[in-house]
């Protein structure tokens, strides 16, 4: 079965300070990781993705993740927030099973 | 060109009417989904179709009826509306294949209020 945990549902950071959200994985298969990004009132926009190539991942806005099988992580990481990058983080998990397993999100909020 | 487009965006109807939701993606993608994003933001699949065909009915309830018309579209049909459904509703698609699932593009959602 497969299962992500994010670790954080909520991070506040200030602007301009690195951002870390957390999440670990569990698949009895080789994972295919997501993660996507919700602003308030929108849709489900997709930051990056691992799918068995590179293990750090280099997404949008400077995003990056690395995935870390002995861990079962893919920590999502970006050096410095912005305001714009407020908004519900979801780790998301699929190991080509007609379905995505989503976290329970993360909400970022950046300080001025 | 919307790859991923659902309407209605906002639907408020009372309760045990029938509502349906449309959803069209243009990617040539061979899945289309359901999801329903609760108050707390959850995420959680109702629905998955692989070229037409159910492949998933994540326990939901009889009251909703999914048809996929085509590949490129899957519609959802709601009999009975209750307070509880009040949601928002995401279509995604994706073309899954090996040696995985590529990413689903998703839908803006259809915020869905029961009154």
């Known amino acids: 079965a497969q299962s992500v945990t994010q670790l954080d549902s909520h991070v506040s950071v200030s602007e301009g300070t690195p951002v870390l959200l957390r999440c670990n994985y569990s698949?009895?298969?080789?994972?295919?990781l997501f993660w996507y990004v919700q602003h308030p009132n929108k849709g489900l926009q997709l930051l990056l993705k691992?799918?068995?190539?590179?293990?750090l991942v280099k997404g949008i806005n400077g995003f990056e993740a690395e995935f870390k099988k002995s861990e079962t992580s893919f920590h999502l990481t970006k050096p410095s927030a912005h305001m714009s990058d407020a908004a519900e983080y979801f780790c998301?998990?699929?190991?080509?099973?007609?379905?995505?397993?989503f976290g329970t999100g993360t909400r970022l909020k950046v300080l001025a | 060109d919307t790859a991923v487009s659902q309407t209605p965006k906002y639907l408020v109807t009372q309760m045990g009417n029938d509502k349906s939701i449309k959803c069209e993606q243009n990617?040539?993608?061979?899945?289309m989904y359901w999801y329903k994003q609760d108050s707390k933001k959850f995420l959680k699949i109702m629905f998955s179709?692989?070229?037409?065909?159910?492949?998933i009915n994540e326990t939901v309830p009889n009251r909703f009826s999914p048809k996929s018309p085509d590949k490129a579209h899957l519609n959802l049909h709601i009999n009975s509306l209750e307070l509880g459904d009040s949601a928002v509703y995401f279509c995604?698609?994706?073309?899954?294949?090996?040696?995985?699932?590529?990413?689903?593009?998703f839908g803006q959602g259809t915020r869905l209020t029961v009154v």
């Open positions: 995604a698609s994706s073309q899954v294949g090996p040696p995985g699932a590529t990413e689903a593009f």
């Open positions: 698949s009895s298969y080789s994972p295919s």
């Open positions: 691992y799918t068995s190539a590179a293990t």
């Open positions: 998301v998990v699929s190991a080509g099973t007609y379905k995505y397993i």
């Open positions: 990617l040539g993608h061979d899945t």
């Open positions: 179709y692989n070229n037409k065909e159910l492949i």
